[in-house]
């Protein structure tokens, strides 16, 4: 297996591609008469995540910046563990990302041609009917150092193997009773090479063809038919096949395809702290450790999406980490970034305290309740501003508040002046605990001159800390979340227990109003979608997006 290079989060963007280089020799040397024709071509056994993204960039980009086509086919040549869920999932994926295919295909509507290519490997001698079970097979594959042994099967005649093939279709055997394997040379370095398995029988209901078949192609014989009946001119696709090319290229040079496609291999996307499996994904979802597919601590992007990341930060994200040869780990922490820097100049801030701490202002007037100004954008001024209810009970973040202060904390404790966002200088006089000394209330007062955009040019303060009115706050509930996987104490990766934690908050009046699929800042918080399936206008639940980056920490 290729070394793992760790590479760190970067604002840097590839300038190279050398797939775009492949491509631009063979539009110089014209090997397909100028066209650049490409294809996504997932298995719908599971939703995609952030892996498939990269492709997906991959493929489609390159297919517009050569002004080429680009088709969306789905290797459907599994029916055990296909699903037409999984294929509205993709589509729907795929068009949220922001790209358009030129064709809707699926591999399964060219199973008829790829019988009757299987039907002329074998009056050509290149293909054969094996009874060797599955792990008779294996043992006779060999070793990397050690070649393969013959199947005893290996020498019937062509007329038998056509009969055999026929009766295979027809259902005259079971499951894994028989397979057609590809007579290559059992004694190659590549095991790949080594009579592979190209057919094999599964009495399964197919989401495509229903029961028309019986046997069905593997994806190995199944990927090189596909791309050459479409036209497909770089086949590219993830580094694990690159063993498998030689292959690609025996069945399309057997089968006498002009202009046949050539498979391109890149390394395939690893993230920190993301499992890049749908097997394991699946398995999550099927043991109830999340919930769905779509569960936002999921790298699926249906997760991303429900979670708040938007098609451009994924697609800029895709865009930084580049195209590479060499596998690498990409740290997560360059895609946080990516949707922090694309939604800093698109959403509105809003003050939202999850661990309420009350502030009773002792020299405001009772009963009096007041507005004030506040800007929706720091980073957009066209944005305008919003007014938010003061009076003389608030909420504040408790650690905004310490009894006893650390070194330049300069939130409230006994004695200090802060301001208040958008309202006015209070400071911090008396503390209130219960029986048990835990902190409840603190008692405070204002100064009415230092009223923001009074123009008030007195003394300054280094604090300044959000808050909402208590006589008039929304409860809000609020879920944050941490990675989903982590190393444990042995370094093996497992389920993080604490990946999500649910609460509930108070926020100014107007997120009452927020609607599902809206997104906002939460005030030194960081940014939060009202998650779609769970908003109703009685319970606001929001989602964290990604967290800001605190200007000081414990």
Not at 69 to 82: A, H, I, M, S, Y
Not at 295 to 302: G, N, S
Not at 440 to 465: A, N, W
Request: aromatic share 10%; glycine share 6%.
């Amino acid at each position: 297996m290729a070394e793992i290079e760790k590479v760190e989060g970067s604002n840097e963007q590839n300038s190279s591609n050398f797939i775009h280089n492949i491509i631009d020799k063979d539009i110089e040397n014209q090997t397909y008469g100028g066209r650049v024709y490409t294809r996504f071509p997932p298995e719908p056994n599971g939703y995609l995540h952030i892996g498939h993204a990269k492709s997906i960039c991959l493929n489609f980009t390159t297919a517009q910046k050569y002004n080429g086509k680009c088709n969306l086919r789905f290797d459907d040549t599994n029916p055990v563990k296909e699903d037409t869920e999984y294929v509205e999932s993709i589509e729907a994926d795929v068009r949220w990302l922001g790209f358009e295919w030129d064709k809707l295909l699926f591999a399964s509507d060219y199973f008829d041609k790829m019988y009757e290519c299987a039907v002329n490997l074998i009056k050509k001698g290149k293909a054969f009917v094996c009874d060797l079970s599955a792990d008779e097979i294996r043992q006779h594959r060999g070793t990397l150092t050690e070649p393969g042994k013959e199947s005893p099967y290996r020498n019937r005649s062509v007329e038998e193997n056509l009969t055999l093939f026929e009766n295979m279709r027809n259902g005259r055997y079971g499951d894994g009773e028989k397979v057609l394997r590809a007579k290559i040379d059992m004694s190659s370095p590549n095991i790949n090479m080594r009579d592979p398995v190209i057919y094999r029988i599964a009495h399964a209901e197919h989401h495509n063809t229903g029961d028309k078949w019986c046997i069905y192609p593997m994806y190995d014989y199944a990927h090189p038919i596909e791309d050459a009946i479409e036209g497909i001119t770089h086949s590219i696709c993830t580094l694990e096949f690159e063993d498998h090319r030689p292959l690609y290229d025996w069945v399309l040079r057997e089968l006498e395809w002009e202009a046949p496609p050539q498979q391109i291999e890149f390394a395939r996307l690893n993230l920190t702290n993301t499992v890049m499996s749908k097997r394991y994904l699946k398995a999550l979802v099927d043991n109830g450790d999340v919930d769905g597919w779509d569960d936002p601590r999921m790298p699926t992007i249906a997760g991303l999406r429900r979670r708040g990341y938007t098609p451009e930060a994924i697609r800029d994200f895709c865009e930084r980490i580049g195209v590479s040869k060499a596998n690498s780990l990409v740290d997560i922490a360059l895609l946080e970034h990516c949707i922090r820097e694309d939604l800093k100049s698109k959403v509105e801030t809003r003050m939202v305290v999850k661990d309420p701490l009350k502030v009773v202002i002792t020299n405001y007037p009772e009963g009096i309740t007041e507005e004030v100004e506040i800007e929706n954008s720091k980073e957009d001024e066209s944005r305008g501003t919003r007014k938010v209810t003061f009076s003389r009970e608030l909420y504040v973040e408790r650690d905004d508040f310490m009894e006893v202060p650390e070194k330049k904390y300069f939130r409230l404790f006994p004695g200090n002046e802060v301001r208040f966002k958008g309202a006015y200088f209070i400071t911090c006089q008396e503390v209130v605990k219960d029986a048990e000394g835990n902190v409840v209330e603190l008692q405070c007062t204002y100064d009415p001159e230092t009223r923001s955009g009074s123009g008030f040019e007195g003394r300054k303060v280094k604090g300044t800390i959000h808050w909402v009115d208590a006589n008039a706050a929304v409860k809000i509930k609020v879920r944050d979340y941490n990675y989903l996987m982590i190393d444990d104490e042995k370094g093996e990766t497992i389920i993080n227990p604490e990946s999500m934690k649910e609460y509930e908050a108070f926020a100014e009046p107007s997120m009452a109003a927020v609607k599902p699929g809206e997104r906002l800042q939460f005030f030194r918080h960081g940014y939060y979608i009202a998650d779609e399936k769970l908003s109703a206008d009685a319970e606001k639940v929001f989602n964290q997006i990604v967290d800001l980056k605190s200007s000081w920490k414990k």
